[in-house]
């Protein structure tokens, strides 16, 4: 167990010792005042690793030189292009390669997947979620329920924090899924709440919800790339995933759609269909009757977008050379570190700032009320040159990202902090 101080020569020591530390000097940081911001929103949009350019170029250059016959000749070609990612992507969500693929963005493929996997019946037709899960979740849990002929406020099941609490509570999902085993068709939860940063027994929770019976998948926004991830054996059912926060593939970028393999045969399961989940061997044989490729990809609908997935591939190969693992441990002892720091404050403070994210559930987010300051501090911390994130009502969300974040950040954050309070 680590005695933490409270000084910048301690932080440095840390970052000296930190054997992930050069990977620091792999991206682009924010500038403010001529130095490196405190850029702790990589839970909101990961920094661009400084190869991104190079790898985008890539495919600009054999567009160029090739025109369309880049399907085949690009360095990369572009027809297969999605399978090159397929296998660093399964490591970090713990997945078989034939269970991932890189496609569209991430509420299109929860709703593609749900076509698939929220399949009610008379008897069984709800759906459970976690309380304040992000909005777009909840719009596209509602409009499936809708599209299905049911109302929101019966087919939805929510669980919520317990009155003056801001943890969900998993003796209360538990209770939840088994009060309602007899008419519950899908539980769908964030594996981290985007607002507390409370990561969930995922694990045990698709247990609880196959016991009853229903169907259980995951929104990995906030997990992918953060959390050692193992979702085949957990076996998770479905999952969906954005690449722009912790896997740093910019802005909008392609997202990912994990199907467990038992579910890759099935001949009985409704799906949209597109011509690039057509099986491979006959796909441009153009013929009229769908028959898909017998893994995840069958879900696929479209070609790939080739510069967004060459932005993704430049972080996914950094990720690839340092594995999750190592982020794993370096991210627990930053979190710490920046959990002493505000304590340390609060010794100053009069107890202001209450750190809401559940300490044994947690990935590298820490969501924060400072007490009677709201917003305000948020943007004063911005023109010190800090970037955390605000969500309403009242938590400023730090998110300090071990692949390029350093121990000295948090102390800066800390004194920043301080200053303002």
Known sequence: MI????????????????????YRNKFYIPQHNGSDMVYFTGNSLGLQPKTTKEYIQQELNDWATYGVEGHFLAKNPWLSYHEILTDKTAKIVGALPTEVVMMNQLTVNLHLLMVSFYRPTKPRYK???EAKAFPSDQYALQSQVKFHGYAPNDAIIEIAPREGEYEVRHEDIYKAIEDNKDSLALIMIGGVNYFSGQVFDMKAIVEAGHKAGAIVGYDLAHAAGNLKLDLHNWNVDFAAWCSYKYLNAGPGSVAGAFVHERHHKSTDMPMFAGWWGHDKETRFKMDKEFKPIETVERWQMSNAPILSMAAYKASLDMFDEVGMEKLNEKSKELTAYLEF???EINKEKDNCLEIITPKANRGCQISIVAHGKG?????????????????????IRCAPVPMYN???DVFKFGEILKSLL
């Open 3 to 22: 005695k933490y101080i409270n000084t910048l020569e301690f932080a440095n020591q840390l970052d000296a010792q930190d054997p992930l530390n050069s």
């Open 127 to 129: 759906i459970l979620y």
């Open 341 to 343: 720091i505000v304590g």
């Open 406 to 408: 350093s121990f000295e």
């Open 375 to 395: 917003k305000a501090l948020y943007n004063s911390l911005i023109e010190n040159g800090v970037i955390p994130d605000w969500r309403e009502p009242n938590v």
